[in-house]
């Protein structure tokens, strides 16, 4: 694999978007980026990474813009030099109809693909029983990932959300997702993906789940009867008596409904699955 040295994977220079970020946001970014860090095929978390980056700086250029560079380990040479570039996520601004509680669910979304407003329509299908936040998801490099992420704060959540239809909380977010699903497919021609991640204690640590999901086939999972305890099975299944950071699964209409795609070991090693 080829490693490049000391490049420049972000800056306060004007960007392919037309877009300058400025000195504070990016000190906040590179705040958010672990050390290493993998850098995902045009920003999709259901694919394996494309590279990854490790030894991250803050460094001034001489034209006098600040920039993150990095080394970058290169995984996929063909991919990189299509699409030109480095890929960076990080947070911004919260949403909340109740600052004071946690989220029950999480929407993370960008906003350069959905309008805050229909994200926060969805939001509120936060009751007394489900409190639905969102959280700006910003992605700087490659082109733009039409994908909703769904972060649970359990396993009984997600379970809760995918099999109990008879809670109104549950139903509501449901069908406020479907229809985002259907205006995308409407307006733009193109599906919408579900991210659904949620963790659980393995070997005495947290490894977080990642499920990627056509939207439309939700009800389709729901009446197969999916729920977190399977992808649990399905992980220790596919990764054994490894330590794991993260592991990433797809679901979809054929048999097994869930396969795991790959997995990142706790020394950030990326692992494609024999079955993925």
């Given amino acids: 694999m080829k490693t490049l040295r000391s490049q420049i994977v972000a800056t306060t220079e004007l960007d392919r978007h037309g877009d300058t970020i400025p000195r504070y946001v990016l000190e906040h970014m590179y705040s958010q980026i ?4 993998l850098m995902m095929d045009n920003h999709d978390p259901s694919l394996p990474a494309i590279a ?8 001034q250029l001489d034209n006098g813009h600040w920039a993150i560079r990095a080394d970058v380990e290169v995984f996929d040479e063909s991919k990189l030099a299509k699409y030109g ?12 109809l109740n600052l004071s ?15 805050a407003r229909k994200i926060l329509e969805i939001c509120s299908a936060s009751n007394g029983g489900l409190q639905v936040d969102a959280l ?7 082109g733009e990932y039409v994908a909703l992420g769904l972060s649970f704060g359990s396993a009984a959540i997600l379970s809760g959300f995918l099999q109990e239809a008879g809670k109104d909380s549950y139903t509501a977010l449901k069908k406020k997702i479907l229809e985002l699903a259907k205006a995308q ?6 599906g919408l993906k579900c991210q659904m ?6 070997h005495g640590g947290q490894t977080e789940v990642l499920v990627s999901v056509d939207a439309e086939d939700l009800e389709y999972l729901e009446a197969k009867g999916l729920d977190a305890q399977y992808v649990i099975e399905r992980v220790n299944e596919a990764v054994g ?5 993260k592991v990433v699964l797809k679901a979809v209409r054929d048999s097994p409904i869930v396969s795991v795609t790959y997995f990142i070991d706790r020394d950030e090693n990326l692992h494609e699955a024999e079955n993925g």
Avoid at 34 to 37: E, G, I, V
Avoid at 52 to 57: E, I, L, S, T
Avoid at 101 to 115: G, I
């Fill in 101 to 115: 509680r946690v989220a029950d669910v999480t929407l993370e979304f960008n906003p350069r693909v959905f309008e």
């Fill in 197 to 202: 991640a949620f963790t659980f204690e393995r």
């Fill in 85 to 96: 570039g480095f890929s960076m996520t990080f947070s911004g601004k919260r949403y909340s």
């Fill in 34 to 37: 672990p050390d290493p860090w």
């Fill in 241 to 245: 008596p490894l330590d794991v950071r």
């Fill in 185 to 190: 497919r409407d307006e733009e021609s193109q």
């Fill in 136 to 142: 700006e998801i910003h992605q700087k490099g490659m």
């Fill in 52 to 59: 990854r980056g490790y030894n991250k700086q803050f460094v």
